[in-house]
């Protein structure tokens, strides 16, 4: 594991029993003694704290924040000339097909833009950010760790440190001075759980962490039950149910993309893939991202065939993501299916182990979001 890199909090996992595996170049907790399905539940009933600092965080600044917006909606199909000032909006990249490159949170921080992106995606998008954009200077922050604080006691937790943060709100960003820390917060995360995603220097990331552990309603949480509860919480995973090669629209993304920029809209266009993505959203796209219920106890993961009728030998679409969830209880997943057979209730069949078992389609999230509104 000598090759992978390390985040700021690699010798606080090890010391505290985490399993740690390859993840995106960085060797990170999957869990710890405690098991996925414990910082599961503790995360849905208390609050969890991740480790997220192999993401992506990027500084885009121009001579104000209006032509680092400007360029900045000629690679995403979203409002960011209209995002406020200490808000955060979630975006993608789009390539000229329409296809999903990468997704990400966008900050308005007054004088710049703030983003943070994929893992895995974040060297090519650093890349494509300076190779695309004139008049701006693109930033990789390296300094910073990136902690996540999700669950519904994260709010008394965080605001034991600084009162402030218990008045931000869902989407929120500010700058808090916590434990004497200087963080960059923002109200968000990808959990479906009320919570906080924080910047901090990486000099001060550990103690920052430990000052948060103290605490007896935070634990510390892996990868693996970061994976169950985005997906109990119906949010996309990139590289499994988002990809270069699906739209916005069959993702079921086009709540992010505001009026301003579709057809009719002010500013409507000028990313790339628009004409794939805006006749999508006038006319609806081929294919759909659904939730599927398989109806046994045999959780049904990604890359299961899913077909009409139980002997078709064409499959119609597959499982992007799945697993058990702790908190449904029951196996759950998502994929992608026709949209003519992506209404709510019907049966599907998935191949598993050389059988084909039921899946009833079903709305999204598997969980209600608990966001702090």
Same mark, same amino acid.
């Given at each position: %594991?000598?090759?992978?890199?390390?985040?700021?909090?690699?010798?606080?996992?090890?010391?505290?029993?985490?399993?740690?595996?390859?993840?995106?170049?960085?060797? %990170?907790? &999957?869990?710890?003694?405690?098991?996925? =399905?414990? $910082?599961?539940?503790?995360?849905?009933?208390?609050?969890?704290?991740?480790?997220?600092?192999? %993401?992506?965080?990027?500084?885009?600044?121009?001579?104000?924040?209006?032509?680092?917006?400007?360029?900045?909606? *000629?690679? @995403? +199909?979203?409002?960011?000339?209209?995002?406020?000032?200490?808000?955060?909006?979630?975006?993608?990249?789009?390539?000229?097909?329409?296809?999903?490159?990468?997704?990400?949170?966008?900050?308005?921080?007054?004088?710049?833009?703030?983003?943070?992106?994929?893992?895995?995606?974040?060297?090519?998008?650093?890349?494509?950010?300076?190779?695309?954009?004139?008049?701006?200077?693109? /930033?990789?922050?390296?300094?910073?760790?990136?902690? !996540?604080?999700?669950?519904?006691?994260?709010?008394?937790?965080?605001?034991?440190?600084?009162?402030?943060?218990?008045?931000?709100?869902?989407?929120?960003?500010?700058? =808090?001075?916590?434990?004497?820390?200087?963080?960059?917060?923002?109200?968000?995360?990808?959990?479906? $759980?009320?919570?906080?995603?924080?910047?901090?220097?990486?000099?001060?990331? $550990?103690?920052?962490?430990?000052?948060?552990?103290?605490?007896?309603?935070?634990? +510390?949480?892996?990868?693996? #039950?970061?994976?169950?509860?985005?997906?109990?919480?119906?949010?996309?995973?990139?590289?499994?149910?988002?990809?270069?090669?699906?739209?916005?629209?069959?993702?079921?993304?086009?709540? !992010?993309?505001?009026? &301003?920029?579709?057809?009719?809209?002010?500013?409507?266009?000028?990313?790339?893939?628009?004409? &794939?993505?805006?006749?999508?959203?006038?006319?609806?796209?081929?294919?759909?991202?659904?939730?599927?219920?398989?109806?046994?106890? !045999?959780?049904?993961?990604?890359?299961?065939?899913?077909?009409?009728?139980?002997?078709?030998?064409?499959? @119609?679409?597959?499982?992007?993501?799945?697993?058990?969830? +702790? /908190?449904?209880?029951? +196996?759950?997943?998502?994929?992608?299916?026709?949209?003519?057979?992506?209404?709510?209730? /019907?049966?599907?069949?998935? $191949?598993?182990?050389?059988?084909?078992?039921?899946? /009833?389609?079903?709305?999204?999230?598997? *969980?209600? #979001?608990?966001?702090?509104?």
């Amino acid at each position: %594991m000598n090759e992978l890199f390390h985040t700021p909090l690699h010798a606080l996992h090890v010391e505290l029993g985490a399993k740690m595996v390859s993840f995106a170049g960085y060797a %990170m907790p &999957v869990q710890y003694p405690s098991g996925v =399905l414990h $910082e599961h539940l503790h995360t849905r009933s208390k609050a969890g704290l991740f480790d997220v600092s192999h %993401m992506g965080q990027v500084r885009v600044e121009g001579a104000d924040y209006i032509t680092a917006a400007t360029a900045l909606e *000629t690679l @995403i +199909p979203v409002d960011i000339l209209g995002l406020e000032p200490d808000r955060q909006r979630y975006g993608f990249f789009t390539n000229d097909a329409g296809g999903i490159q990468d997704d990400l949170m966008i900050s308005n921080r007054g004088d710049h833009i703030f983003l943070v992106v994929n893992a895995g995606c974040k060297a090519n998008d650093i890349a494509y950010l300076k190779a695309r954009l004139s008049g701006v200077a693109v /930033t990789e922050i390296t300094d910073r760790a990136l902690l !996540a604080l999700q669950g519904p006691a994260a709010e008394t937790v965080l605001s034991t440190l600084n009162a402030k943060a218990g008045s931000m709100r869902f989407m929120d960003v500010a700058s =808090l001075s916590l434990a004497g820390v200087e963080c960059w917060v923002s109200r968000s995360g990808y959990t479906g $759980e009320d919570g906080y995603e924080i910047s901090v220097p990486s000099a001060q990331a $550990e103690a920052f962490a430990r000052d948060l552990l103290a605490h007896p309603d935070v634990a +510390p949480i892996g990868l693996g #039950a970061r994976d169950s509860l985005r997906l109990e919480a119906g949010l996309c995973l990139y590289g499994h149910d988002i990809d270069t090669d699906t739209t916005p629209v069959q993702a079921g993304l086009g709540w !992010a993309i505001q009026k &301003v920029r579709r057809n009719g809209g002010d500013r409507a266009g000028g990313f790339p893939g628009a004409d &794939v993505i805006l006749a999508e959203l006038g006319n609806g796209a081929a294919r759909k991202r659904v939730g599927l219920l398989p109806e046994g106890r !045999a959780p049904m993961r990604e890359g299961v065939p899913l077909f009409a009728q139980v002997d078709d030998e064409i499959p @119609i679409g597959m499982i992007t993501s799945g697993g058990f969830g +702790p /908190t449904v209880g029951a +196996p759950i997943a998502m994929g992608y299916v026709p949209t003519a057979q992506a209404v709510t209730g /019907t049966r599907v069949f998935g $191949e598993l182990r050389g059988k084909r078992l039921p899946l /009833t389609i079903t709305s999204l999230p598997f *969980t209600p #979001a608990n966001f702090k509104r």
